[in-house]
């Protein structure tokens, strides 16, 4: 039998995938289930498994910091599942050498397809498995990984869904660390607080769009995140010290 570890971001992949392998009499089975990657590198740090799964869960941000960092200490075979089917992502992935990318939403053909091709490697060449290898990584707050580290898979987070309505709660949920806690770290990295950092982002995406493309001032809005237009405006102008059309214009005639 193989020992899966899956990471599951969403928190509900665990009962069907687990109910797709008995249904299957597939040899893998689930060895541990964790709903973060902190939590995935104090697993890998304390047991052997034979594949990990990341079921990203629409946070495929910290998924792919989460390849990141196995690849820095192991080989182990990485199956990527749910990440959107866009070529940025995609690319990404193949990166960190994952042994297979799914996008969403969840396909058990597939997925039992990928876990028997990997049956076959894991068969003839057993992956090294070194749980040793992940227990030399700083502690945080009891957790396996580096300040450092968890900081960029916060600004990773930012810049994947600057439309979208980004909270500290949301993403120190997601990670599973204190808010406050996280917003200390977070401004003792970057030199600023965490929501200073969120406007900046947004502003500076804002900016990019009204010169390099035709959208509308309230489509640009939504883009970075704001569903009230005239909001937007007081921002941008507070940030640039002119309004969205104006700046437009001046920087389009410049060019």
């Known amino acids: 039998?193989?020992?899966?570890?899956?990471?599951?971001?969403?928190?509900?992949?665990?009962?069907?995938?687990?109910?797709?392998?008995?249904?299957?009499?597939?040899?893998?089975v689930i060895g541990d289930c964790v709903v973060s990657a902190c939590a995935a590198l104090s697993a890998l740090a304390g047991r052997e498994f034979s594949v990990v799964l990341v079921s990203t869960g629409g946070f495929a941000a910290a998924g792919l910091w989460l390849c990141h960092y196995i690849r820095k200490k192991s080989q182990i075979p990485i199956l990527f599942m749910g990440g959107g089917d866009h070529f940025r992502l995609v690319r990404k992935a193949l990166a960190y050498q994952v042994s297979d990318y799914l996008p969403g939403p969840f396909h058990a053909f597939a997925l039992l397809n990928s876990l028997d091709r990997l049956k076959s490697r894991l068969d003839s060449e057993p992956a090294k498995r070194l749980p040793?290898?992940?227990?030399?990584?700083?502690?945080?707050?009891?957790?396996?990984v580096h300040s450092?580290?968890?900081?960029?898979?916060?600004?990773?987070?930012?810049?994947?869904?600057?439309?979208?309505?980004?909270?500290?709660?949301?993403?120190?949920d997601l990670l599973h660390f204190n808010?406050?806690?996280?917003?200390?770290?977070?401004?003792?990295?970057?030199?600023?607080?965490?929501?200073?950092?969120?406007?900046?982002?947004?502003?500076?995406?804002?900016?990019?769009?009204?010169?390099?493309?035709?959208?509308?001032?309230?489509?640009?809005?939504?883009?970075?995140?704001?569903t009230d237009t005239?909001?937007?405006y007081k921002k941008f102008r507070a940030?640039?010290?002119?309004?969205?059309?104006?700046?437009?214009?001046?920087?389009t005639f410049t060019a």
């Open 1 to 28: 039998m193989h020992d899966i570890l899956l990471v599951d971001f969403s928190g509900h992949t665990h009962g069907e995938l687990q109910k797709l392998l008995r249904r299957s009499n597939s040899d893998h």
């Open 132 to 144: 040793s290898a992940f227990r030399s990584l700083v502690h945080l707050e009891g957790k396996h």
């Open 148 to 172: 450092s580290q968890v900081i960029k898979m916060v600004k990773a987070y930012v810049l994947d869904h600057l439309s979208s309505d980004i909270t500290l709660k949301r993403i120190s």
């Open 179 to 226: 808010c406050a806690y996280l917003g200390q770290k977070f401004k003792m990295e970057e030199n600023v607080s965490f929501n200073h950092y969120l406007m900046q982002q947004r502003m500076e995406k804002a900016k990019l769009l009204l010169i390099s493309t035709n959208l509308r001032i309230y489509e640009i809005a939504s883009e970075v995140g704001y």
């Open 230 to 232: 005239d909001w937007f």
């Open 239 to 251: 940030y640039t010290g002119e309004t969205p059309n104006v700046y437009r214009k001046q920087k």
